[in-house]
């Protein structure tokens, strides 16, 4: 699937990758055009039938980070609409390890927000 917002950035356009963590752990990279990435951050819209979700991911090792999941392919439709913000739409998550396993945790704002509290005091 092409990540643009038109033709002739979709042949021109300065390309990013971003990294999409997956369900089990891994990482996905997705190539997009910063054009359509600067459009999609600032509530352009530019998806019709797929969603791009904000993630806010607290990881345990690396810290806070910001990630895109694509609604379908990296989250299921439900869960996203389960936990999605109804303020700014986006998702909560929290990254961790348990018993060297790696989970990843979608949580409620606030619930993130007392959690992104106690990291920031270690």
Known sequence: MPFAVGFWDSIFGKRVTLKIPTTTGDTVRRSVTRRWLDQLQSGGDILTDRQLVKVHMLDAAQGYSILFWMVGD??????????????????????????????????????????????LAI
């Open 74 to 119: 990296d989250i299921a439709d439900h869960m996203a609409g389960r936990f999605m913000d109804a303020e700014t739409g986006a998702l909560y998550a929290i990254h961790y390890f348990e018993h060297e396993d790696s989970r990843t945790e979608l949580v409620d704002k606030q619930i993130w927000e007392k959690a992104f509290k106690k990291f």
